[in-house]
Structure formats: structure tokens, C-alpha cells
């Protein structure tokens, strides 16, 4: 996504209240598990519940024969970018791509990402959660866990004994919960930057997405063989590189 989108998008941060997007969850069985469809559309679940993905595919899959061909996907697609026009116009105007970063797909700007324990725990103080959050935007000045400022694990009272702390480079944006780690979904739909998204140009770009899933070129997608997203990866496999859920 270009600066001036993001910059644009975040200029319009005060049409949408704080309230619209997810609070993040202190409960650890209220933290969501996450995905992103490949167009965008968000799905969550609770922690310890099956992946989303799950979801997303037998939604998609309108005839439930447990393969989800070209014409289902673009189905899928269609219908989405319907429920994003708000105006009923045939358009995604700037608006309503905010709206889709704020209120639909908060994870996008950084809201609501409880996944990931930077600390490698899951207790102690200033356990919140928010750890891919922080990796990703920082949080404010003179509290590493909110908004803000950049976090730094020398002041998190939880790493005082520790040497080193646990490093990976983590997408940005959307991109951790989807499967061609886009950071926002609808931006490439929009190729000249005029800040409208056609319908015509969203399908094309879930004809090129199909197009890269669908890689043996069999005309159809098997959820068996789809790629994981960076969150399902880490959610199957908790304790590599010191991350812990």
C-alpha cells in the first residue's frame, strides 16, 4: 500500500470511532485466531478452535464438493466487494476502503492482534496479548504496550534477566493472515492510485489471486493444499524462534 493511501486512510481515523474496532481481549480464550480471505474478508475464531480458513473455504465452496473452482471464487469475490459498496455505487470509494481498514478488517491498522507473545510467556505483568501488534506499529510513548511508540524489550520489566530477546521480522498489516501475505487486501485492485475501485478491477485481481493458488493449474483449490498463513504457522508450531501463544 502507497504512503499517501495509508496516509490518506489514517486522515480519516476520525470518521470512525474508536468503539468500531475490537477491543483487544485480555482473556486468553477470547484472543481471535485470524484469517483473511484472499480478497479480503476477515474470519475469527477463539483460540484452540480450528484455523478459520476452514471457514472461508466451505462459505466459498457453494456446491460442497470439497473443491473450490474458479467460478466459486470469483462468486466469493463479487459478493464481497458488494457488502464493502456501501453506496451501491460499483465503486470502493476512499471511504469505504477506510471503512473496510477500520471497522471490517481492523487487523489491517493493527487492532485486535492477540496472537503472538514477543516475551515468550504468558504471564507476568503487562501481559496483554499484544505482541504482534507492537511488532508491527509500536505503541506510545512511555509504555511499551500501547499505541503509539516503539516497543523495546530492554524496558519490559518481563526481560530484565533476559540477554537477548527473541527477534523475527513480522509482515506488516493484513499480510501475517493471508495467504499471499498482502498487507492490504483491496490496494493492488486500485493500479493507478485514483483512490476508486472498480468492480471490474477487483475481479481481476481475484482472477490473478486464483491464478497464483491455484498453481498446478488444476482449475480448482483443495484446502489440503492451500499455503498457511504466517499466523497458522505459528499457531501449529508455538514455540519456534521464542514465539509462544
Do not use: C
Amino acid at each position: 500500500m502507497s504512503l499517501s493511501r495509508r496516509m490518506f486512510g489514517l486522515s480519516l481515523a476520525g470518521v470512525f470511532t474508536a468503539g468500531a474496532a475490537p477491543a483487544l481481549a485480555r482473556d486468553p480464550d477470547d484472543w481471535p485466531n485470524v484469517f483473511i480471505a484472499p480478497m479480503g474478508k476477515p474470519f475469527r475464531a477463539k483460540m484452540g478452535a480450528p484455523y478459520p480458513v476452514a471457514d472461508w473455504f466451505k462459505a466459498a465452496d457453494k456446491n460442497s464438493d470439497g473443491k473450490l473452482d474458479h467460478a466459486e471464487f470469483i462468486a466469493d469475490a463479487d459478493a464481497f466487494f458488494d457488502t464493502l459498496d456501501v453506496h451501491h455505487q460499483g465503486v470502493l470509494t476512499s471511504y469505504e476502503v477506510a471503512r473496510y481498514e477500520h471497522n471490517v478488517a481492523p487487523e489491517i491498522l493493527g487492532y485486535n492482534i492477540a496472537v503472538s507473545d514477543l516475551r515468550g510467556r504468558r504471564d507476568g505483568p503487562g501481559h496483554d496479548g499484544g505482541r504482534l501488534w507492537l511488532a508491527q506499529y509500536g505503541g506510545q510513548q512511555g509504555n511499551p504496550y500501547s499505541p503509539g511508540a516503539s516497543y523495546r524489550p530492554e524496558t519490559d520489566p518481563d526481560m530484565t534477566n533476559q540477554s537477548t530477546a527473541p527477534t523475527e521480522v513480522i509482515p506488516e498489516g493484513a499480510a501475517p493472515f493471508t495467504f499471499l501475505e498482502t498487507p492490504e487486501p483491496l490496494a493492488a485492485a486500485d493500479p493507478d492510485f485514483s483512490g476508486f475501485i472498480t468492480k471490474p478491477n477487483f475481479l481481476k485481481l481475484a482472477d490473478r489471486r486464483f491464478d497464483k493458488l491455484d498453481s498446478n493449474q488444476d482449475g480448482y483449490l483443495v484446502l489440503a493444499k492451500l499455503p498457511k498463513t504466517y499466523v497458522q504457522k505459528k499457531l501449529e508450531h508455538p514455540g519456534r524462534k521464542g514465539f509462544h501463544f
